[in-house]
């Protein structure tokens, strides 16, 4: 089954909608969707690995806008959709310590979990629930989700065949890794 998932994704990615679908993962990942945007990513510069840098631009730009939809739902709509979101993920006693680190650490705070396993979406409806300074927020973003995507599609472009061999040969290794760290950034947010 994760075979036919997996082959599935590469043809997706292949395809001619294929920017389009990873331009609405990565605005929704950065917003309210668990699915992270490496998901798509991955599998399109491995098919089109000419297209990397371009792939690359458009899952940043996607996901600092979705960052800043984050960014409102935490502040405009908290107490509704964003507490039913916290709430979903299991963070109702965590949003609160947010505002204590945005208020100590500011844009390093988003920087950092920018580039971890910890869900994006987390971090942009927290800055606006804590009414985080907008412009620092997507400037800090913007850095984060680009050397994230940049990196992935960069050494996707330079060692794609070995890397596409790898993923071939251990499937079941990668995607068990890839949910490992799914769960663990989940896992992270919830104990610290």
Same mark, same amino acid.
């Given at each position: 089954?994760?075979?036919?998932?997996?082959?599935?994704?590469?043809?997706?990615?292949?395809?001619?909608?294929?920017?389009?679908?990873?331009?609405?993962?990565?605005?929704?990942?950065?917003?309210?969707?668990?699915?992270?945007?490496?998901?798509?990513?991955?599998?399109?510069?491995?098919?089109?690995?000419?297209?990397?840098?371009?792939?690359?631009?458009?899952?940043? %730009?996607?996901?600092?806008?979705?960052? $800043?939809?984050?960014? =409102?739902? *935490?502040?405009?709509? #908290? @107490?509704? /959709?964003?507490?039913?979101?916290?709430?979903?993920?299991?963070?109702?006693?965590?949003?609160?310590?947010?505002?204590?680190?945005?208020?100590?650490?500011?844009?390093?705070?988003?920087?950092?979990?920018? %580039?971890?396993?910890?869900?994006?979406? $987390?971090?942009?409806? =927290?800055? *606006?629930?804590?009414? #985080? @300074?907008? /412009?620092?927020?997507?400037?800090?973003?913007?850095?984060?989700?680009?050397?994230?995507?940049?990196?992935?599609?960069?050494?996707?472009?330079?060692?794609?065949?070995?890397?596409?061999?790898?993923?071939?040969?251990?499937?079941?290794?990668?995607?068990?890794?890839?949910?490992?760290?799914?769960?663990?950034?989940?896992?992270?947010?919830?104990?610290?």
């Amino acid at each position: 089954m994760l075979r036919r998932i997996y082959n599935w994704t590469l043809r997706r990615a292949a395809d001619r909608h294929a920017l389009l679908w990873l331009v609405l993962l990565s605005f929704s990942e950065a917003s309210f969707f668990p699915i992270p945007t490496e998901a798509m990513l991955v599998p399109m510069v491995i098919a089109r690995r000419e297209k990397a840098w371009l792939m690359a631009w458009l899952a940043t %730009l996607a996901s600092v806008v979705g960052a $800043l939809f984050g960014y =409102a739902i *935490g502040y405009y709509l #908290y @107490n509704s /959709l964003g507490s039913w979101l916290i709430h979903l993920y299991g963070l109702e006693g965590k949003a609160h310590s947010f505002q204590d680190w945005y208020a100590r650490y500011g844009a390093i705070v988003i920087l950092v979990k920018g %580039l971890t396993p910890i869900p994006f979406k $987390l971090v942009t409806i =927290a800055s *606006g629930f804590a009414h #985080y @300074n907008i /412009l620092s927020f997507l400037a800090a973003a913007f850095v984060s989700r680009g050397l994230r995507f940049f990196c992935v599609a960069g050494l996707l472009r330079r060692y794609g065949k070995p890397i596409e061999q790898f993923i071939e040969k251990r499937l079941t290794l990668v995607a068990s890794a890839c949910l490992l760290l799914l769960v663990g950034g989940f896992a992270l947010v919830k104990v610290l």
